[in-house]
């Protein structure tokens, strides 16, 4: 009933169905596995939720959530939380799908899920986002547990969120429960590093790739879409490694500096301000134009479906660093293989976020706290060991980056699958 509701709204550009479209091409290299595709395309549990709040003005409103448990023969389900005014149940599906691939292509002991609200949380005060979070943490408290489903931060949702459903979850359920998300303040049993480790995951596995491709870091230069958790890290450890950051797109502007801009400044802005907009030595150029920029490297970490065919003829790049889940359409999949250039896909080039959310829900567990420096080390092994073996998969089987790192995924899932067999 929901799949066939979702098959009525087939269109490119629809992030389930680019999903479903990256399992089709990864069918031909599963063997026998293959049996089980058909996990892969139908999500386990898909929860929706109304989340009525009391807003500052008196009146009453009603925003919608959703929880989808794509996968759980891992693991326990995995994934953040995003708030966003476009969320749609098929979004939080396909990038459900992506976690549970992402989680077993660095070989995590987890399932995978997501979650979204649907509201522009730029909207809400302080207090009405809290109650929206709450109120949706209490509504999905069915489905999340320290062993059940470990949602964390996505797309505007942070550390203070986190904190806000650890304590709803912990209210209801009469215990101290800090391993029930990931992302949460490092004062409330979160972890170093966690902030910056999707970015920091985008850099390392960039670096890996620019090594095998000769492509010297120290003097490339990088475009970024998307100065957020993932595209600001990013920028800064590309940065201080002697690359120049040549053009960032945020929501509101794409601002460009063939000489580099100071990523310091940048950062800076988009802390105090939130926008980037003025800041120095840079000109502002049409959002368009942000893929016909000049440059060796192109970092999409937005939203999904930015890099469509047409746009994947235009960029200048010889490697794209997935830091977004999902932003490349099949199609323009196609174009940059005929182009010869290297994509690092999403589920493993933004992995690090997850990387180091496991090592929190681990700590947690055990109430003993890594260092920074022992959790840097055992993010860059983790990540870099991954894509080295998704390089040798791709070289033995002739495939895409894409196409070998789904093959790794889902032999692991389809194995899982198989070992414990169909109930009842
Ligand atoms: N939202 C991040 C992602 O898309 C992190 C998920 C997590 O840490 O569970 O990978």
């Not at 943490?137 to 459903?165: C, F, R, Y």
């Not at 490297?297 to 200048?316: H, V």
């Amino acid at each position: 009933m929901l799949l066939s509701y979702v098959n009525a709204h087939k269109k490119s550009g629809n992030a389930w169905q680019t999903y479903l479209a990256q399992i089709d091409r990864v069918i031909p290299y599963l063997g026998e596995l293959a049996k089980w595709e058909q996990s892969l395309r139908h999500p386990k549990r898909i929860l929706i939720v109304d989340v009525p709040i009391e807003m500052d003005d008196g009146n009453v409103h009603h925003f919608e959530g959703f929880r989808v448990q794509h996968n759980l023969s891992r693991g326990p389900g995995k994934g953040g939380l995003r708030i966003h005014q476009d969320v749609t149940l098929e979004e939080v599906m396909a990038l459900a799908g992506w976690m549970t691939i992402k989680n077993a292509a660095v070989n995590l002991p987890y399932g995978g899920a997501k979650g979204g609200i649907r509201v522009d949380p730029s909207t809400l005060s302080m207090k009405e986002l809290e109650k929206v979070t709450r109120r949706y943490t209490s509504e999905i408290g069915l489905l999340i547990g320290p062993t059940k489903d470990i949602p964390a931060p996505d797309v505007n949702t942070n550390s203070q969120i986190m904190a806000w459903m650890m304590d709803t979850y912990s209210m209801n359920s009469g215990t101290t429960a800090t391993g029930v998300v990931t992302g949460k303040p490092v004062d409330l049993g979160g972890s170093l590093g966690r902030t910056k480790a999707t970015g920091r995951g985008v850099f390392m596995t960039g670096c890996e790739a620019a090594r095998r491709m000769n492509l010297n870091i120290s003097n490339a230069r990088v475009a970024i879409q998307g100065f957020g958790n993932v595209g600001s890290a990013a920028a800064e450890l590309f940065a201080a490694a002697g690359a120049k950051v040549v053009c960032i797109q945020d929501q509101f502007c794409t601002v460009f500096n063939h000489h580099g801009i100071d990523i310091t400044a940048a950062v800076k802005a988009h802390e105090e301000k939130g926008r980037i907009d003025d800041v120095a030595n840079t000109e502002r150029i049409n959002a368009e134009a942000f893929w016909d920029v000049d440059c060796d490297i192109l970092i999409p970490a937005a939203l999904e479906s930015q890099l469509t065919a047409a746009r994947a003829q235009r960029i200048k790049a010889k490697l794209v660093l997935e830091g977004a889940n999902g932003p490349t359409l099949p199609e323009a999949d196609d174009v940059l293989n005929d182009r010869g250039i290297n994509v690092v896909p999403d589920v493993i080039c933004n992995a690090g976020g997850v990387i180091v959310s496991y090592f929190e829900w681990v700590q947690d567990f055990s109430s003993f706290f890594w260092t920074e420096n022992e959790i840097n080390q055992r993010l860059d092994n983790i990540i870099v060991q991954a894509l080295q073996r998704i390089f040798e998969v791709a070289d033995k089987l002739k495939v895409s980056l894409r196409v070998a790192a789904f093959t790794v995924a889902c032999e692991r899932i389809l194995m899982a699958r198989q070992l414990r067999g169909l109930y009842p």
